[in-house]
């Protein structure tokens, strides 16, 4: 099997890898390495989570060290430009970037917008080598001529369907006029739809085009269920998963920056510690929550997709789509939070059963193509689906809904108390659920009724590091034409 002393890549560097304990390259790293190191432009298609900062930043370092002798002080120039979609992504590849370059004097900065420019203009006047950027921020200090591009060597676009999905298409093609032509140019994306095809072309030259993965199989080392319920059960759901789960980390999607901050203080009032990081939430805040939720101070870190991506934390034993997301390959990125590096993980759906979110799990297993096992062996809060279809059957309309919701819950009662530990037969999911049967998970036992579902399936399966590599695939979800794109953006 390749190992990273195969590469080709000088002493200092592979010191650092090794003493970040890896052994082997990843398939991004296996493949991208090379063609970097002799200066291809190159086109990756992976996502966050497969080893791709690596990918880049080793042959960058390297070319930048063995190309040119590096200049001293002041004398440096951005030699190596880098930008990222969000903060906290160009933080985390800064961070990379000083953990594989601490055997060299290559010096780095990050600027990226919501803190005060002056720390970020300081670095930049005494001397860089590689500079990792948003792109707002970055055309802020060219206009204010505080950042010389005329000496970029290597230019990486990363998370690049990121990029124009948050509308950065203009501003990336600002900066690029700014580069010099002669240079070497690197773009990731996790996906390849056509107009991130046509920014390739636009600006690539006869790339290396590799491709990690087959699509969606990213996620055979992560676990998938989903729980059908009313929407106003999953809080408590929630907080009885969290409570009856081996949680070491646990990373909850919802829909809304508003949604984030209601569902974190519902559940500190069920005294969980949980931190919300959104758009709306200040640099200072986002930083601190994330180092709180690294450091494990904080356990529970609710997030919306855009502030969540790219966050690079190991060991997040759960990922929880509190909100179904609409769009499918969201689930792909967001489930890949667990998962990391090789690792397994358990992600979890809550799907409001009478809503349009059973439509969007029907996108997002049409794009995983397979099916989510549904959790049946649901607490005793969680109203029947004998009842919910009794419920829906004499429904007269959406206003009688409270109403309805009141029977309901009377209705259920029996059931549960009549079942003791659990759900009888009579109110099973095989006699009810017609839409929808349970999908067993071939390698797992059956799980008796019990009264800590999930702390059966966290403990079921380990939550722990796995080999790297060879069986962790990466997604490379694909935007199919079939899967419908529904509203909302
Ligand atoms: P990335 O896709 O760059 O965000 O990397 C995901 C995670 O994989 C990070 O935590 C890296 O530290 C880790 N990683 C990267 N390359 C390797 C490797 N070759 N072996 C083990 N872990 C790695």
Do not use: W
């Amino acid at each position: 099997m390749l190992k990273f002393s195969d590469l080709g890549l000088a002493a200092p560097i592979l010191d650092a890898v090794t003493s970040e304990g890896y052994v082997h390259p990843t398939p991004i790293q296996a493949q991208a390495i090379g063609p970097v190191l002799s200066g291809k432009d190159v086109l990756g298609c992976a996502q966050t989570g497969t080893g791709k900062t690596a990918a880049f930043a080793l042959p960058i370092l390297q070319r930048l060290m063995v190309d040119r002798p590096l200049a001293q002080g002041a004398q440096r120039h951005v030699r190596a430009l880098i930008l990222s979609p969000t903060r906290e992504l160009a933080s985390q590849i800064a961070q990379s970037i000083r953990t594989y370059g601490k055997n060299t004097s290559v010096r780095y900065a990050v600027v990226f917008g919501g803190v005060g420019q002056g720390a970020q203009v300081t670095a930049l006047r005494s001397g860089v080598d590689v500079l990792v950027a948003t792109p707002g921020r970055l055309l802020d200090l060219m206009n204010q001529r505080l950042v010389d591009l005329r000496h970029v060597e290597v230019f990486v676009l990363d998370e690049a369907d990121r990029m124009l999905d948050m509308g950065f298409v203009h501003d990336i093609r600002r900066v690029i006029t700014q580069l010099p032509t002669n240079r070497q140019n690197l773009m990731f994306s996790a996906t390849m739809p056509a107009d991130i095809r046509k920014l390739a072309q636009s600006f690539l030259k006869t790339p290396a085009y590799i491709e990690v993965t087959p699509a969606a199989s990213t996620v055979d080392l992560i676990e998938q269920f989903v729980y059908h319920v009313h929407r106003d059960e999953k809080v408590q759901l929630l907080v009885h998963l969290f409570n009856n789960s081996a949680v070491s980390r646990m990373l909850i999607f919802t829909r809304t920056k508003h949604g984030a901050d209601r569902l974190t203080r519902r559940l500190t009032a069920a005294k969980i510690d949980a931190a919300a990081i959104h758009g709306n939430k200040t640099q200072g805040q986002r930083q601190r929550a994330m180092q709180q939720f690294k450091q494990g101070r904080t356990p529970v870190l609710v997030a919306t997709d855009i502030a969540a991506r790219g966050i690079d934390i190991d060991d997040i034993s759960h990922v929880i789509n509190y909100d179904i997301p609409n769009e499918a390959e969201t689930y792909v990125h967001r489930i890949g939070r667990t998962g990391r590096a090789g690792a397994s993980g358990c992600a979890i759906s809550l799907c409001d059963r009478s809503g349009e979110e059973k439509d969007y799990l029907r996108d997002i297993e049409s794009l995983i193509k397979k099916r989510i096992t549904v959790k049946t062996d649901q607490p005793q809060f969680v109203r029947s689906l004998e009842t919910e279809s009794a419920h829906h059957e004499d429904r007269p309309g959406r206003g009688d809904s409270r109403r309805n919701d009141r029977r309901s819950q009377q209705q259920a009662a029996p059931a549960h108390v009549a079942s003791g530990r659990g759900r009888n037969a009579r109110t099973g999911p095989a006699a009810h659920e017609p839409a929808r049967r349970p999908v067993h998970h071939p390698a797992k036992p059956a799980v008796p009724p019990a009264r800590h579902p999930v702390a059966a399936v966290a403990t079921g399966h380990s939550i722990g590091r796995g080999p790297f590599g060879q069986n962790r695939t990466a997604a490379q979800p694909r935007r199919q034409q079939a899967v419908s794109r529904r509203s909302g953006r």
